[in-house]
């Protein structure tokens, strides 16, 4: 099980893993990373995940969905690692 979380424990299913994910633009809020990365599947469960003080951003745990995400951050959720890429 990848987080106590009911309904995101049920939606992960590779732990430990690390990944990087191309954006277009120099920034992204954190809600919509998580949707882009496939981390959950919708804004309300973004909400919910992030106030549950599931999500962390380089290593600290990230309450705020509105959260700019910049090149080189690392949003990790239920064991699973993304890495901000901008610009691409």
């Known amino acids: 099980m990848c987080s ?3 309904d995101f424990g049920a939606k992960c299913k590779i732990e430990g893993m690390s ?6 633009d120099e ?3 954190l809600g919509q990373f998580l949707k882009l990365a496939n981390l959950i599947e919708s804004g309300a ?6 106030a549950d003080g599931l999500v962390s951003v380089n290593g600290e745990v990230e309450t705020r969905r ?3 995400l910049h090149d080189g951050d ?4 239920g064991g ?9």
């Open 4 to 6: 106590p979380h009911a």
């Open 19 to 24: 990944d990087t994910l191309h954006i277009r």
């Open 27 to 29: 920034s992204i809020r």
């Open 45 to 50: 469960e973004a909400k919910e995940v992030i």
């Open 66 to 68: 509105g959260r700019q």
């Open 74 to 77: 690392v949003v990790e959720i």
């Open 80 to 88: 699973v690692s993304v890495q901000v890429a901008a610009g691409a």
